[in-house]
């Protein structure tokens, strides 16, 4: 018996290497014992070095693809049966179309368990934000997965969670976000994230309000959210007493009924004056930021101390747009005067651009926040907010007509791109508009007061004057000057 040992436990690559050299020497499969990681080492290394990774045939394309998912599967079983439908498929590659096969079946049903497992991580991971003293938040998870999906779903997070710090920890493995890029660690347990939340008790009360008994459903209710899970989800103690009111709430909710419009037809009303207003013609910055200056187009107006406006001249050639005011910029009413705003002007005269000669500004005019004791806490505003203020920047730019556009961050590039953006993917190049301006896309400047190494700092740093670098000479080759 040949012992195969291996070192990850759901790397479909390393896997497959160990396969292509057991198939060169002509292992057959009852002869292999595969090993997950911890166990003794292989006896039967030298020898697979020794044919390296030479071609040994080709199987049907949905063999890797079904490979690719059931190599996540927590039975002990599956790189053995990997391995031997493998090598059925060497000798008879229309056996991927036989359905009923045992070997081809099991695999299938543990493909579906690993999609159906990554689909519920996606469902019930609950964030938990910690804060330091410095005010900086970060978003911690405790997951326990059936099987080893982490890796394949935490791309997912990084995408719809794109502009916070995260972290998600499973008993097998750790994935953290930093912001630019994802990266893997040990597994953990439970303690390792708090358990207490400033915001645990809001999510809660949404869970309770969107509660509608009249639509109740326990088995299915059971089958999309599992028992096994509640005892990860804050809201899930709530659910038990929910089901044993359901009547009463349902008879309550009748008699509650009344014949007035929906409340989305009273928010429209109340904002049709303000929204006409806006419409009329603004022929210069100074009518604009009076506009501004009373905007109720969003709800951010009710907490914020002011619309802060943009700042510059009105014939500037490049326009930086930040994501929205911090907590120093909501008191004096200017754009970039904080601690990012420090860092934001020490970059540009590092780089040969004068912000006297730029126009600075942010794609949401009010400051979103949470309150935390005596500090306001950055929130980043959502798609509705950012689309109610694209009103005011499409304004901005219309007026200033600048040639290069700096979007200073994922809200500012997602405002003025219209979708979601990935900064490291995004940035390097210009992207030409439809009207002929250049669009820059690159890091706000708070993201490096984020970061908490000075090695990664000093990296950052340079990548983002180097974009600087891009923009002064854009600025040059649109002006004729430096």
Same mark, same amino acid.
């Given at each position: 018996? #040949?012992?195969?040992?291996?070192?990850?436990?759901?790397?479909?690559?390393?896997?497959?290497?160990?396969?292509?050299?057991?198939?060169?020497?002509?292992?057959?499969?009852?002869?292999?014992?595969?090993?997950?990681? &911890?166990?003794?080492?292989?006896?039967?290394?030298?020898?697979?070095?020794?044919?390296?990774? $030479?071609?040994?045939?080709?199987?049907?394309?949905?063999?890797?693809?079904?490979?690719?998912?059931?190599?996540?599967?927590?039975?002990?079983?599956?790189?053995?049966?990997?391995?031997? @439908?493998?090598?059925?498929?060497?000798?008879?590659?229309?056996?991927?179309?036989?359905?009923?096969?045992?070997?081809?079946?099991?695999?299938? +049903?543990?493909?579906?368990?690993?999609?159906?497992?990554?689909?519920?991580?996606?469902?019930?991971?609950?964030?938990?934000?910690?804060?330091?003293?410095?005010? @900086?938040?970060?978003?911690?998870?405790?997951?326990?997965p059936e099987h080893y999906t982490l890796e394949a779903t935490a791309p997912f997070f990084a995408r719809r969670f794109d502009g916070m710090i995260w972290a998600i920890v499973t008993p097998y493995r750790s994935a953290y976000w930093d912001g630019e890029s994802l990266a893997f660690g040990p597994g953990g347990q439970k303690?390792?994230?708090?358990? /207490?939340?400033?915001?645990?008790?809001?999510?809660?009360?949404?869970?309770?309000?969107?509660?509608?008994?009249?639509?109740?459903?326990?088995?299915?209710?059971?089958?999309?959210?599992?028992?096994?899970?509640?005892?990860?989800?804050?809201?899930?103690?709530?659910?038990?007493?929910?089901?044993?009111?359901?009547?009463?709430?349902?008879?309550?909710?009748?008699?509650?009924?009344?014949?007035?419009?929906?409340?989305?037809?009273?928010?429209?009303?109340?904002?049709?004056?303000?929204?006409?207003? /806006?419409?009329?013609?603004?022929?210069?910055?100074?009518?604009?930021?009076?506009?501004?200056?009373?905007?109720?187009?969003?709800?951010?107006?009710?907490?914020?101390?002011?619309?802060?406006?943009?700042?510059?001249?009105?014939?500037?050639?490049?326009?930086?747009?930040?994501?929205?005011?911090?907590? #120093?910029?909501?008191?004096?009413?200017?754009?970039?005067?904080?601690?990012?705003?420090?860092?934001?002007?020490?970059?540009?005269?590092?780089?040969?651009?004068?912000?006297?000669?730029?126009?600075?500004?942010?794609?949401?005019?009010?400051?979103?926040?949470?309150?935390?004791?005596?500090? $306001?806490?950055?929130?980043?505003?959502?798609?509705?907010?950012?689309?109610?203020?694209?009103?005011?920047?499409?304004?901005?730019? &219309?007026?200033?007509?600048?040639?290069?556009?700096?979007?200073?961050?994922?809200?500012?590039?997602?405002?003025?791109?219209? +979708?979601?953006?990935?900064?490291?993917?995004?940035?390097?190049?210009?992207?030409?508009?439809?009207?002929?301006?250049?669009?820059?896309?690159?890091?706000?400047?708070?993201?490096?007061? $984020?970061?908490?190494?000075?090695?990664?700092?000093?990296?950052?740093?340079?990548?983002?004057?180097?974009?600087?670098?891009?923009?002064?000479?854009?600025?040059?080759?649109?002006?004729?000057?430096?």
């Amino acid at each position: 018996m #040949q012992v195969v040992q291996l070192q990850a436990l759901n790397d479909f690559g390393e896997w497959r290497d160990k396969a292509r050299a057991l198939l060169a020497a002509g292992v057959a499969p009852e002869a292999v014992s595969w090993r997950e990681p &911890g166990g003794v080492a292989g006896l039967f290394e030298d020898a697979m070095q020794a044919h390296g990774n $030479r071609p040994v045939g080709a199987v049907p394309p949905a063999f890797i693809e079904l490979a690719r998912q059931a190599i996540l599967h927590a039975d002990p079983e599956r790189f053995a049966l990997l391995y031997r @439908l493998l090598w059925r498929l060497l000798a008879d590659r229309g056996l991927i179309e036989t359905a009923s096969d045992p070997d081809l079946l099991r695999l299938t +049903r543990m493909a579906s368990a690993v999609r159906r497992d990554s689909h519920k991580m996606k469902a019930f991971v609950r964030f938990k934000a910690i804060v330091d003293d410095s005010g @900086l938040e970060r978003f911690a998870a405790w997951f326990e997965p059936e099987h080893y999906t982490l890796e394949a779903t935490a791309p997912f997070f990084a995408r719809r969670f794109d502009g916070m710090i995260w972290a998600i920890v499973t008993p097998y493995r750790s994935a953290y976000w930093d912001g630019e890029s994802l990266a893997f660690g040990p597994g953990g347990q439970k303690s390792d994230v708090p358990q /207490d939340d400033a915001v645990e008790g809001d999510w809660k009360t949404y869970f309770g309000s969107i509660f509608n008994p009249a639509r109740l459903k326990v088995a299915m209710m059971k089958s999309e959210m599992p028992v096994k899970y509640w005892r990860n989800l804050p809201e899930a103690e709530l659910i038990a007493p929910l089901i044993r009111g359901a009547r009463e709430m349902e008879a309550a909710m009748i008699e509650r009924a009344t014949t007035q419009p929906p409340s989305r037809h009273l928010r429209h009303r109340e904002r049709a004056a303000p929204a006409a207003a /806006d419409e009329r013609a603004m022929a210069s910055l100074a009518d604009l930021r009076v506009a501004v200056e009373g905007c109720q187009r969003c709800p951010l107006y009710e907490q914020a101390t002011q619309a802060v406006f943009g700042e510059g001249p009105e014939t500037a050639e490049v326009m930086f747009v930040g994501e929205q005011p911090g907590d #120093q910029e909501d008191l004096a009413g200017k754009p970039f005067i904080g601690p990012a705003g420090q860092v934001f002007d020490a970059a540009l005269a590092k780089s040969g651009i004068d912000r006297g000669r730029v126009y600075v500004t942010n794609a949401v005019k009010h400051f979103k926040f949470e309150p935390r004791g005596k500090r $306001r806490i950055h929130q980043r505003p959502d798609g509705g907010e950012i689309q109610a203020c694209k009103f005011w920047l499409e304004h901005e730019i &219309g007026l200033i007509k600048p040639k290069v556009i700096v979007a200073l961050g994922a809200t500012a590039a997602q405002s003025l791109l219209g +979708r979601a953006v990935t900064i490291g993917k995004a940035r390097g190049a210009p992207i030409p508009l439809d009207d002929g301006t250049l669009l820059f896309v690159t890091n706000h400047p708070s993201y490096l007061l $984020r970061i908490p190494d000075a090695a990664g700092k000093a990296r950052e740093q340079a990548k983002f004057e180097a974009d600087l670098m891009q923009v002064r000479a854009a600025m040059a080759g649109g002006s004729g000057g430096g």
